[in-house]
């Protein structure tokens, strides 16, 4: 059941990612692929995509946590609980002590090439059994939103 979800969708993720890479990776094992991304390189910490690097504010800057905020009662509210309570994604609470911040930035931004190719994300959804949906932040949206999650985590 999970194999078809994915064909369904992944017409839509390759449309957004581009490049060699995707291809590689859907044909894995039937193209010559020697020029292409590798990808079974070992798993990256920082996830897959455009954020490389993430400098985190020491104290948190409140008007980015009230912005992510805002962002997560418009379109993370009804997926993710703020406590570690499994709703139809993971619960958020202790999510930037199990993840770097590039991580969850990637997850947010670049979620249909996390899904295909990043093994943690893919063991996450091996356990909700539903793809996340892309949201269409902006890099700026996305960066309140992980300021709020540091929030609900305590940091300061
Ligand atoms: C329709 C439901 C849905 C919505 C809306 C949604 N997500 Fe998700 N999210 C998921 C699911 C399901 C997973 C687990 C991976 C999978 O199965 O695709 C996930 C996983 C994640 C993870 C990784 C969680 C972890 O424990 O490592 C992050 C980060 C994340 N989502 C961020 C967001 C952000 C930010 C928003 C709002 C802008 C959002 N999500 C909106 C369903 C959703």
Redesign the pocket.
């Known amino acids: 059941m999970k194999k078809r979800l994915i064909l369904c969708l992944i017409p839509l993720g390759l449309l957004t990612a581009c490049g060699g890479g995707d291809d590689a990776a859907e044909n894995a094992g039937a193209m010559p692929a020697e020029s292409m991304v590798e990808d079974d390189a070992p798993a990256d910490p920082k996830g897959i995509g455009e954020i490389k690097h993430v400098d985190l504010n020491s104290p948190l800057n409140e008007d980015m946590v009230t912005k992510g905020s805002a962002?997560?009662d418009m379109?993370?509210a009804?997926?993710?609980k703020l406590t570690d309570m499994r709703v139809?994604?993971?619960g958020?609470k202790g999510?930037t002590d199990?993840?770097t911040p590039e991580w969850?930035m990637n997850?947010?931004l670049n979620?249909d090439v996390m899904?295909e190719k990043d093994p943690?994300?893919q063991a996450?959804?091996k356990?909700?059994?539903?793809?996340?949906?892309n949201?269409n932040?902006s890099q700026e949206?996305?960066r309140n939103?992980l300021e709020f999650m540091l929030k609900n985590d305590g940091k300061s």
């Open positions: 962002i997560y379109k993370c009804a997926c993710h139809v994604g993971p958020w999510i199990r993840r969850i997850m947010t979620v899904l943690e994300a996450l959804l356990e909700c059994l539903v793809r996340m949906p949201q932040l949206d996305s939103v």
